[in-house]
């Protein structure tokens, strides 16, 4: 049967998961979306067969239950235009392979749901529509043996319920406050709790909400709102490196005027426990890398580090993780100085490739083979972050 796995394994895309039947040696791996269709191209590899597979999810009630379902429409399996767009070929498949490949198919993008989550949600909240054979069939994960998850049958309508309690709370929230103060209330609640497109149902119209306001008055007010919101992060960050509380309001109030004193106390604080979290979470990625990279070999203990340093510490609060001090005990700085420059010959290496899927196990191998010493999870990594600068 189908689990949902981490693998150490080359993928060119979200290669942290993959949906994978050891048994029957497949594996399905999402491989782009198009924003303009809304549809899904997925690669299921099942023994030789390389299977690219074309799927739109659509959200809908169940009429009978009332309960919501997402039906997940295959398109296509095999060749498509979607899949030579992106440089996947397709096996070619014996017409007795057919039937066995849709199934397969439509088994491993259940237990795909969402995101690499379907054995999560209860049976029949996903159904799988394929018209394979001229005949309309429909799949859930007990048509192949999955239990689904324990989810009580109206964990949807409690999912409303906390929703609109939300949204409710806000609004209570809003009430009684003078204009400006008020309107910050909603842009702070729908840049929380509506930015991403599949939240936007969560978004309150301060437009609607304050239909006594003039438009002008309320379209300025919504965007030094929104700016006051925005920056949050930036006053946070100024705040938890030491800038005095006061200092910190009183530039805010000079950048987005009109507020009370109260408004740009939350705000501040909205920003600052947010910067705090982030950090938090930096400071646990941190310490899992080091600790990773102190159990590993010489070679790939500084990959990692370095790797990490290279792409992504200018992002990071804490900076640069530095390796002589975080490996000093293990290796002689000799056998470090030697480590650094290989490993980062073979990031530089690794950053001249763009992704082709046809000559992705050639760039394997020609990186393998100049870079010895190195584990086969380096030598991805160095390939993704070339694919990745060179899309």
Known sequence: ??????????????????????????????VNGSAQTGQD?????????????????????????????????IRAVGESRFATNSQLKASTLAEAELVPAHRLAAEALLVYGRWYDG??????????????????????????????ASRLPNYHSQLE??????????????????????????????????????????????RELFPEARAAELEDLETRADR?????????RAHADGEKRESVLSRMSADAPGF??????????????????????????????IESARSAGVLDGTFALLYFNWRYSKSQFLGAIPIHETLGDLYSREDLDDAIARAGTLIQDGGRYAWTPAETDQQVERLTADHPGFSPRCVHDALDWGYQQNR
């Open 228 to 236: 006051l919101g925005f920056n949050a992060s930036t006053y946070g």
């Open 41 to 73: 191209l997925f690669l299921l590899t099942w023994q030789d067969r390389s299977i690219p597979i074309v799927a739109f999810s659509q959200h809908t009630v169940d009429h009978e239950s009332g309960l919501e379902q997402v039906h997940v429409h």
């Open 260 to 289: 009370s004193h109260d408004t740009y106390r939350k705000a501040l604080a909205y920003g600052t426990l947010m910067i705090q979290g982030l950090r938090d979470g930096e400071e646990r990625r941190r310490k899992e890398r």
């Open 119 to 148: 054995l999560t949600y209860p049976d029949g909240f996903f159904v799988v529509k394929d018209l394979a054979g001229g005949q309309d069939q429909s799949y859930t994960l007990s048509s192949f043996g999955y239990p689904g």
């Open 1 to 30: 049967m189908f689990t949902v796995e981490k693998h150490s394994g080359y993928s060119a895309y979200h290669g942290q998961r993959h949906v994978i039947d050891h048994d029957r040696d497949a594996r399905l791996q999402l």
């Open 161 to 206: 319920q906390a929703e609109a309690s939300i949204r409710r709370q806000t609004l209570e929230d809003s009430w009684g406050l003078e204009l400006p103060e008020a309107v910050f209330v909603i842009v702070l609640h729908n840049r929380r709790r509506a930015t991403l497109s599949m939240h936007q149902h969560m978004k309150l119209s301060v």
